[in-house]
């Protein structure tokens, strides 16, 4: 069964900074990934995702991710954070196999940006 | 994308009770998930709905707990039968398809409290 691994529940980055949240996930087999961000109160949104292709995606709102086989990992970055930034970012993977539909998510990262 | 309405955002409910939610989508999608989340947790799938045929519970849930319909291919209910405390969560549904270019759209949840 797939997992997902979200280093830190918890990141606190100042306005302007680098962000960056990490995602490894544990497949032998490369699997689709998915980051979704969750504003309080709300349902998910999906910032990007990677299936096939080009393994540096970019998302919405500044994001981007770098799907890593050797590391088995998709980091979320953004060069500069925004205080409308903070959130709960979650990461997810679906296995590539056809007739493959779940989605594990990761256990989440809170992002808070300090003014 | 798929836009996805979901009702009722919010709810308190009596135990014993049960609350039915709604999830209407816009386009015509193949794949509908009902994910529960738990207060500070991360989302965990009930169930894959179909059109057309019984859904498939994960494990943990069952059906006579979480009853789910899927009459057509845009419309899906989620029941939470005879509620107690420990069903208090946010319930979120989820599409997957060509209307969602193959990513996953979620609706904005019910957050439901029972007393």
């Known amino acids: 069964a797939q997992s997902v691994t979200q280093l830190g529940s918890h990141v606190s980055v100042s306005e302007g900074a680098l962000v960056l949240l990490r995602c490894n996930y544990s497949?032998?087999?490369?699997?689709?990934l998915f980051w979704y961000v969750q504003y309080p109160n709300q349902g998910l949104q999906l910032l990007l995702k990677?299936?096939?292709?080009?393994?540096l995606v970019k998302g919405i709102n500044g994001f981007e991710a770098e799907f890593k086989k050797s590391e088995t990992s998709f980091h979320l970055t953004k060069p500069s954070a925004h205080m409308s930034d903070a959130a709960e970012y979650f990461c997810a993977v679906k296995d590539s196999g056809a007739g493959s539909y779940q989605l594990t998510f990761g256990k989440g990262t809170k992002l808070s940006v300090i003014p | 994308s798929a836009v996805i309405s979901q009702k009722p955002s919010r709810d308190i409910c009596q135990r014993g009770t049960s609350l039915t939610i709604q999830c209407q989508v816009d386009?015509?999608?193949?794949?509908m998930f009902w994910y529960r989340q738990q207060p500070g947790q991360s989302l965990t799938l009930i169930a894959t709905?179909?059109?057309?045929?019984?859904?498939?519970?994960e494990s943990g849930f069952v059906i006579d707990k979480f009853p789910i319909s899927r009459p057509n291919l845009t419309f899906s209910t989620l029941t939470v039968s005879n509620m107690s405390p420990e069903d208090s969560s946010i319930y979120l549904c989820?599409?997957?398809?060509?209307?969602?270019?193959?990513?996953?759209?979620f609706g904005s949840g019910t957050r439901l409290t029972v007393v």
């Open positions: 990677y299936t096939t292709g080009a393994t």
């Open positions: 989820s599409v997957e398809g060509r209307a969602t270019n193959y990513g996953y759209t």
């Open positions: 497949s032998s087999v490369p699997p689709y």
């Open positions: 709905a179909n059109q057309g045929s019984e859904a498939t519970y």
């Open positions: 386009s015509q999608v193949t794949m």
